[in-house]
Structures are given as C-alpha cells and as structure tokens.
C-alpha cells in the first residue's frame, strides 16, 4: 500500500476521491463484482498533488488561468497549450518517479512478461464538486511500453486535465482547477487489435427503454467505436433471458492495430466486414456481465469492453454510470412529427426523438469554431471530445461516420441536439448555407430539403389516470417499438406482421423458398415480432398473423409469379384461406416458425397470435390444425381470432370453442355489416361504424364471448376516431381497446371519464 499507487486490488468504489472514477470502478469491479478486469494499478491523487507542487506548476499554472476568456478560441487555445507543454516538459520528481517504476517492474512479475504493453487511462476526481461529469476530457494512451514511456504517459495524463476543453468545462461550471485531481489507471493491455472491442449500455440510449443492453462492437482497438470513426454492428440483447432481440451489420471498414511502435489504422478486408466481428455467444455473455455490473451500481450503466484474440476472452475495461436517459426526471412525452415533406438528400441513426431546421455548415475541424453560428446545423466526418464547444452551439448534428455510442450519439443526446450519425457521403450531398431540415422522429434520421413545418406535443405522464379496460396500441413497423413502449399502455392490441415482410423483406415468401433463402424470411419476422414482444414485455402483445391481399402479395419482389389475380382481392385468398392451402402452407410454415423462434428465443410468454379473416369455424379449426403441425401451438400460448366477418358474430359461440378470445376488426366489420367497399369515395359516406347494426353486432359479440369465458379487445380506428364510441366500448364491457400509438393518450383519457360516468 502507497500513498501514490494502488493496486486494483486494493481499491474500490469507496476510493473515487483518491484515484477518480475510472480507476475506483476498476478496482470494485476486479473485487467485487463476478465480471473479467484486466489487472493494473493506479496513480493517486496525492501524487498528482505531490507532482504539482514540486514542480512548482501550480502558481504557474493559477497566473496563466487568470482572466481566462473561454469566449476568445485563441486565448483558450494559447494558454492550454502552454499549460500542457509545461507539464510535459516538467522531470517527474524522484520519489513518484520510483514509486511509479517499482510499480511497473512489480506488475511485470506479476505478468511473467519483460516490460508489458499498457493502456494508461486518465481518471479525473473531483471533491465537493456535486453534478461534475469529466467524462472524455482526458486522453487514453494505448500500447505503452518500458519504464521511461510510462513515466512519459502519466505526465502526458496529467497534462490532459487541461485540454481545452476541460479547461472551458470547468470555467463554465465555476469550478476550481485544483479542485479536480487526476489520477492514472495503468493496465495490462488486452489484444484486441486481433479481437474486437467496442462499448455498451444498460439501457437502450436512445428512448431510455430499461429492458435491453445494447452492445457495439467492431475489429481492434476500441477508440475507432468511442470517437466514432467506424459505423460497429450493434446487438440488442433482452434482459430477462440474455436472448438476442436484433443485430445489425455495420460496415467496420478499418481498424486500429499495434504495431511495433503504435498504432496503426488500416482497412478491414471485405470479407470480415460482412461478418459480425463478435459471435452471439460472446454478446450474450457480454450482456450476462452488464447486467451483473447494473445490479451491483443499482443504475444504467456505460461500459467499454474488449474481446482478446490472443487468450480468447473477453474483459470488461470501464464502466461508469449512464448520464442521459438515467437522469430525466420529467414526465413528458414530447412528440414530434412533420407537417410537410420534400426531399430526403440522407439517411442514417436517428439520435434524440426531434426535429430542427437551420443552415449547413460544413467543418473539416474543431479549430474552425469561429466560422460556426448559433443554431446552424453542424455537417462533418465525425466528432470527438474537442468538438464539444461547436456542438453546444449547434441546432442539429450530421456525421458520415459513427454508431448509437459514438462520441457524436452520446454528446447529443446529453446536449439534447437532433443527429443524424453514419449519414455517408454528407459533405459531399450537402453545402454550407444549405438550408434543411433534420428529422429524427423515427429511428432512421432523414435530412430534409429546406425549413419543414413540425408539430410538438406534450403529454404528462403523472395526469395520466388508471382504467379497469385495458388501453393497448396498435404496432406496424418495430423499428419505433422501444420508445412507443414508454407510453403508459398495457400492451400491444394488434402487432402487424405485413409491415415486417414488406419493410425488412421486401420478398414473396414462396419467392424466398424457390431462392433457398427461407432463412431470411424467418429472422426478418422473428426480429421484428422479437423486439415488439420484448419492449413491452410483460404486458400481452397481440400478433396477427399475416394478411396480405393477393394484390399486395403481388407487388413485393417475385409475388406476380405465385398470386392469382382476383376482381376483388378484399374479400378473396387471404388471412386464414391461406395458411392451410396447399400452394402457401409452406410460407405459413415459415412464419409459425419465426413466431415461435421469438417465443422460445426470448422467453415472450406474454405474445398472443391472432387469426385474421377466418370466414367459418370449420376453416378456424383447419388453421389451429396447421399451427400444431408446424410447431407454432404447443398449448403453450393463447389464440384469438379477428371478428371482422359477420359470421364471427352470428357464431361467436362456435367461434369461442375453437379460438381463445376475439379482437374486433371494425373496418371490415363495418364493410361486411353493411355492404359497403371501404375504399369507395362514393360510398365513403355510408361507411360508418357508429352505425346501429355495426354496433349492436360489437354488443352481441362482447355478450357472447363473455358467457364462454373469452377476451374482447378492439383493434379498429373507431375509438380514436369518432366521439363517444370509447364510451360505447367501455359500457357494453369490452376487456381492452387498441389504438394508433398517437392517440393512445388521449384514449387513455377517454376511457377514464367513461368508466367514471
């Protein structure tokens, strides 16, 4: 034990005070906590103390600071440089210089290895400073080697306190410089220039949904995922089983390797770009150690990770708690949406749920700061910790390079900045003065042409009653499924199973079987079905089984060759004619097959699958029949059918002894009722599912259904739609209604004065 070096073995969380954050979560991590840590030791504060004082930088450094103007770039710049030089140059007084030197010789016993390769990491630590976050002030220096280049990289780590960045970080909050100390985390080096390495949350960063950890990753050494430069695969892994809700490929095209006197970037081949650089094993594992990490802090947590190629095992090389969606307390849900739309000039990850308009400016380097303005759109390569002053002053943010938890990603959402991250090509789409929209309401950012209308809503979570009938919504595409999830809702009414086929497939199914590339098929819908189930897990999530029209069926990619053509596709081979025919029941196959994967893979026992457009009971009981035989009904899981034909109705007894409950389709329930084409303007104004018949057939149902024990739900667009009807619903005793995400609130509401009535 020392006053100016500890082993990670003898530090804790207890300890930020005397080695700063990074270094004591190391050190509880490595004794407290059932996860790998490299071994390593830290510098103290008191050695940065000791360091400061001899020296005689302190009062140096307090006159250079003096009358500072973080406004002025130049002065900044001037005297953060001066101050770096200074402690760069200053001789290391001779009892550190021991300390740290034994330490090292110490460690390479412990190692059995001749001068090892080590990562020197800043950890700031700062007392009686409440609300100080100095997260990515301070530098990393990787693969250092020998005595003298230790000695050399502490200095260089103490230096680092005083980027300017953190200089005009601490100026700003009013924080004394010598309130913040600095210590060195010196640890063995893990190789992962021959593995991979990257960083992940506890907690989806984007919509703050509790329930994944989501894992980036990419080849070498992990500055490329942290700064941003490559676009990594990204994994979302579920909480409750460490099963794998969705992955992504990212293009990794380079990486960061050692070589014998650094590091050096070069390019991934081809072929392992198209390749995940981590296997599910490892990311399942990896999740396994986030979750155990999460449970010890008590809080989401933000941890980096390698993946050593040499001893094939993967560590875990920092952690720290997670500083955006954690730390909103507000409950608002801000809701933003276009008004107008023009041309989309790119595309890439949707980082903050906003919207901002304003001029481009393109910047090639942080030192370009005095060209930008308040609220002009930033457009670069990729950000780091020195674009931070830009950055704060930017409307929007648009970057060619990066993932969810790149530099950029995290800086904006803490800022609460729209960006587009990974938008490829955008300083060559785009010019300076440009004016365009940033759109990143959805999870795929756009960058509009032009200032576009958009309109804001606020909805208070805390005014939001509680009602006996349940209030579910309805879900298309999944991609939005984990911010849709924070709205207070018990559950998914009606899960559309078309737009997963026609947005991640884009393929027939029979096309897929001809083309040997059912497997594609399968995970497309097993994703997507996977992470609705999951977000909103353990609520009840209702999937309905496709219902494609022959026509619709017809325009995805090689349909023409498998459909008929019908003078009226509504009411022709679709929902469950299909799933017991001979010429599609090898589709169906597939699609029981992903349904099922994403119940067994995930543990979703609260998913329900729903039967569309089943005409008579004897075709109800063909369709159970095809279920079982293809595995998808192990009597492990509740059937429902759509009411949405009057035959449903008129046997609704019948009906309820083969399925377990019904969902009420009032579109072509109402179509059915009365005769009359939904899609007809010169009908439009005879279709109304207020009328006497359509309602008193959603009573007689809701009656019949409840004397054989069975749910009703309601998935139709009346209750949002037309006044009163919520109140019908709630009167003739309906189980639970399901609206478009949009409306779910104000349905909320509505449901709550009825039942109060």
Known sequence: MSDYVLRFEDIGSEDTSRVGGKSANLGEMANNIDVPVLPGFATTSKAYDK?????????????????????????????????????????????????????????????????????????????????????????????????????????????????????????????????????????????????????????????????????????????????????????????????????????????????????????????????????????????????????????????????????????????????????????????????????????????????????????????????????????????????????KKAGAIVTERGGRTSHAAIVSRELGVPAVIGAEGARKVLDTGETVTVDCSSSDGKVWLGSLEFDVEEHRLDEIPETDTKVQVNIGEPSEVFDIAQLPVEGVGLAREEFIISSHVGKHPLKLIEDNEEEKYVEALREGIGKIGAAFYPEQVVVRLSDFKSDEYAELDGGGNFEPEEANPMLG????????????????????????????????????????????????????????????????????????????????????????????????LTQLTLGVDRNSDKLSKLFDERNAAVKRSVRKLIERAHDHGNHVGICGDAPSTHEGYAEFLVESGIDAISVSPDVALETILSVADAEGS
């Open 51 to 391: 360091f400061m004082e001899e020296t005689g930088l302190k009062s140096e450094i307090r006159d250079l600071l003096e009358g500072l103007d973080v406004e002025d770039v130049n002065d900044l710049k001037e005297k953060g440089e001066r101050i770096r030089s200074l402690i760069k140059g200053a001789e290391m007084p001779k009892e550190l210089r021991k300390e740290f030197i034994e330490s090292y010789r110490s460690f390479s016993d412990l190692l059995g290895v001749e001068e090892p390769k080590v990562a020197v990491r800043s950890s700031a630590t700062a007392e009686d400073l409440p609300g100080a976050s100095f997260a990515g002030q301070q530098e990393t220096y990787l693969n250092v080697s020998g005595e003298e280049e230790l000695v050399k990289r502490i200095k260089d780590c103490f230096a680092s306190l005083f980027t300017d960045r953190a200089i005009s970080y601490r100026e700003d909050k009013g924080f004394d410089h010598f309130k913040v100390k600095l210590s060195a985390a010196v640890q063995k080096m893990g190789r992962s220039d021959i593995g991979a390495s990257g960083v992940m949350f506890t907690i989806d960063p984007d919509s703050g949904f509790e329930n994944a950890i989501v894992i980036n990753s990419a080849y070498g050494l992990g500055e490329t995922v942290v700064q941003g430069e490559v676009n990594p695969d990204e994994f979302v892994v579920f909480k409750e089983n460490f099963g794998i809700i969705e992955k992504t490929l990212g293009d990794k095209e380079k990486k960061l390797i050692r070589v014998e006197d650094g590091n050096e970037e070069v390019e991934v081949p081809e072929g392992e770009r198209n390749e995940l650089s981590i296997t599910d094993e490892q990311a399942k594992e990896l999740a396994g150690y986030a979750k155990r990490i999460e449970d010890h802090y008590g809080k989401p947590m933000d941890i980096e990770w390698l993946y050593d190629g040499q001893v094939e095992q993967l560590y875990v090389i920092q952690a720290r708690p997670e500083t955006v969606q954690s730390e909103k307390k507000e409950n608002i849900i801000r809701e933003y949406s276009l008004e107008e739309e023009s041309e989309v000039l790119l595309e890439g990850v949707a980082i903050e749920s906003k919207i901002a308009s304003g001029d481009a400016k393109l910047l090639d380097s942080p030192d370009e700061i005095d060209k930008f303005e308040e609220g002009e759109v930033l457009v670069t390569d990729m950000t780091d910790p020195d674009w931070e002053p830009i950055m």
């Open 573 to 668: 081979f679709r929902g469950a004619s299909r799933y017991y025919d001979e010429g599609f029941s090898k589709a169906f196959d597939l699609e029981c097959k992903a349904l099922r994967g994403a119940i067994d893979e995930l543990g979703l026992d609260n998913i329900t699958v729903m039967v569309p457009f089943c005409r008579t009971v004897e075709e109800g009981e063909k369709v159970r029949e095809a279920m079982r035989d293809y595995g998808l009904d192990k009597g492990d899981l509740e059937v429902y059918v759509m009411a949405e034909v009057p035959s449903n109705i008129v046997l609704a007894e019948e009906f309820a002894g083969v399925f377990d409950g019904f969902s009420i389709g009032t579109n072509d």
